[in-house]
């Protein structure tokens, strides 16, 4: 199976996160949130 990740947008809704990384970099824990969506298709 192939997965693209379409992980673009403003991420306003997590703006405290957002304000000075991209959305895709924003920490999940300690972890950015494309790395925790990487892991699930892994």
């Not at 992980?7 to 824990?29: D, F, H, I, S, W």
């Amino acid at each position: 199976m192939k997965v693209v990740i379409l992980c673009g947008g403003k991420g306003t809704r997590m703006r405290e996160l957002t304000n000075e990384v991209p959305k895709p970099l924003a920490k999940v824990g300690d972890k950015p949130l494309l790395w925790h969506i990487m892991k699930r298709y892994k």
